[in-house]
T-cell receptor, first 115, second 114 residues
Framework: DGGITQSPKYLFRKEGQNVTLSCEQNLNHDAMYWYRQDPGQGLRLIYYSQIVNDFQKGDIAEGYSVSREKKESFPLTVTSAQKNPTAFYLC??????????????FGQGTRLTVV | DQQVKQNSPSLSVQEGRISILNCDYTNSMFDYFLWYKKYPAEGPTFLISISSIKDKNEDGRFTVFLNKSAKHLSLHIVPSQPGDSAVYFCAASAYGGATNKLIFGTGTLLAVQP
């Protein structure tokens, strides 16, 4: 089955520690994204990548870092510089719009809690 | 600057009636619009989309209307069912430059009462 997988589903981190959220897709999609959901604020774009070895900052990139070494993988690191890291994190992927207008597919999300 | 806005945080509808969810946008470069449905602690699932060359797209009980001059789109669900109760997000993207960047609204919580 093709899809997008995020792990872990729940993650606890001590304040001051970095933590990496995994996102893998086997849809052969070129583009991948990370969003953050907070109550009442919708989905806010953290980082996105349109091709391997390239990524761009979204609206709230501060305190986060990403890499895109492989087409199927787009891990997100929440660093200690992120002031309010507790949130629900969503990864998504889509085909390149230059090829086809199509929807983005989402993973099931990772709930990160800083303790 | 919120480029995609959903001004109604919640909506309550009786089962069998029509649900109308609204979305406004400010960026005239947006040319592709999508609606997603989301349950708590899950990822959003795609519902329906519309390209800016159309003003209506229908898929079963779901119809999306686009009014480009008003920069407004709406999602109609007819008839509404209790299983439709969820948060609905509209999203938009603009071809060119950041070709795949999807901008989401803040969501509308739909409650369909049996």
């Amino acid at each position: 089955d093709g899809g997008i997988t995020q792990s872990p589903k729940y993650l606890f981190r001590k304040e001051g520690q970095n933590v990496t959220l995994s996102c893998e897709q086997n849809l052969n999609h070129d583009a991948m994204y990370w969003y953050r959901q907070d109550p009442g604020q919708g989905l806010r774009l953290i980082y996105y990548s349109q091709i391997v070895n390239d990524f761009q900052k979204g609206d709230i990139a501060e305190g986060y870092s990403v890499s895109r070494e492989k087409k199927e993988s787009f891990p997100l690191t929440v660093t200690s510089a992120q002031k309010n890291p507790t949130a629900f994190y969503l990864c998504a992927s889509s085909q390149d719009r230059r090829i086809l207008n199509t929807e983005a597919f989402f993973g099931q999300g990772t709930r990160l809690t800083v303790v | 600057d919120q480029q995609v806005k959903q001004n109604s945080p919640s909506l309550s509808v009786q089962e069998g009636r029509i649900s109308i969810l609204n979305c406004d946008y400010t960026n005239s470069m947006f040319d592709y619009f999508l609606w997603y449905k989301k349950y708590p602690a899950e990822g959003p699932t795609f519902l329906i989309s519309i390209s800016s060359i159309k003003d209506k797209n229908e898929d079963g009980r779901f119809t999306v209307f686009l009014n480009k001059s008003a920069k407004h789109l709406s999602l109609h669900i007819v008839p509404s069912q209790p299983g439709d109760s969820a948060v609905y997000f509209c999203a938009a993207s603009a071809y060119g430059g950041a070709t795949n960047k999807l901008i989401f609204g803040t969501g509308t919580l739909l409650a369909v009462q049996p």
